[in-house]
């Protein structure tokens, strides 16, 4: 199983980038997929979740900016970022937790993607 992240880039303040995170390879499910970020010296920090359902979760720091959302059809994650600040540049990371079989699953995390608010 993969996670390929994509979307990040170069972007002024006050602009918008929409992230996206396709799983590939063997999948029997998927549970909760979300996005996280790291920004240089800092601790890698989630800033949403999404359940299969639906149900979506945020970090007060990107509440009302930031929208997850996700295709199951196309197993991808999506993360519309608008409004953005400096303070978001990061690196910024997508996982999933995945059933590889019927009985098995851990959780899977893209490669990142670089993400820069320029002032």
């Known amino acids: 199983v993969q996670l390929q992240a994509s979307g990040g880039g170069l972007v002024q303040a006050g602009g918008s980038l929409r992230l996206s995170c396709a799983a590939s390879?063997?999948?029997?499910?998927?549970?909760?997929m979300g996005w996280y970020r790291q920004a240089p010296g800092k601790e890698r920090a989630l800033l949403a979740l999404?359940?299969?359902?639906?149900?979506?979760n945020y970090a007060d720091s990107v509440k009302g900016r930031f929208t997850i959302s996700r295709d199951n059809a196309k197993n991808t994650v999506y993360l519309q970022m608008n409004s953005l600040k400096p303070e978001d540049t990061a690196v910024y990371y997508c996982?999933?937790?995945?059933?590889?079989?019927?009985?098995?699953?851990?959780?899977?995390w893209g490669q990142g993607t670089q993400v820069t608010v320029s002032s």
């Open positions: 999404i359940s299969s359902g639906g149900s979506t």
């Open positions: 390879g063997s999948i029997f499910s998927i549970n909760d």
């Open positions: 996982n999933a937790d995945i059933y590889y079989s019927r009985y098995f699953r851990r959780t899977f």
